[in-house]
């Protein structure tokens, strides 16, 4: 089993920025992979950025150049530092364990509770 405890959401200008936490407990190593989705009202939940566990990133085109994904092994943490925000940045943002094949993600049935952002114009 694994435990995902996302962190660090808010309330937020147009052009902020805000960095997300998302701690892993459990069974990590069974961890290959760790992803970012945001889901907005009304919409379905998007992929923003994934990292493996080589530290390979991947970014949504949407949030390419002001996303930054990373990861510290020691502390069992994934981080999404979001610069640049925009207020169509709005969502609920979970994070899921996952697994990377042939550079695409997939998700395993393992999700934070989540944590709003919200970027007023």
């Known amino acids: 089993q694994v435990q995902l405890v996302e962190s660090g959401g808010g309330l937020v200008q147009a052009g902020g920025s805000l960095r997300l936490s998302c701690a892993a407990s459990g069974t990590t190593d069974s961890i290959n992979a760790i992803g970012w989705y945001r889901q907005a009202p009304g919409k379905q939940r998007e992929l923003v950025a994934t990292?493996?566990?080589?530290?390979?990133?991947n970014y949504a085109d949407s949030v390419k150049g002001r996303f930054t994904i990373s990861r510290d092994n020691a502390k069992n943490t994934v981080y999404l530092q979001m610069n640049s925000l925009k207020p169509e940045d709005t969502a609920v943002y979970y994070c899921n364990a996952g697994y990377t094949f042939s550079g695409t993600y997939y998700t395993y049935d393992y999700w934070g509770q989540g944590t709003q952002v919200t970027v007023s114009s």
């Open positions: 990292i493996s566990s080589r530290g390979r990133t």
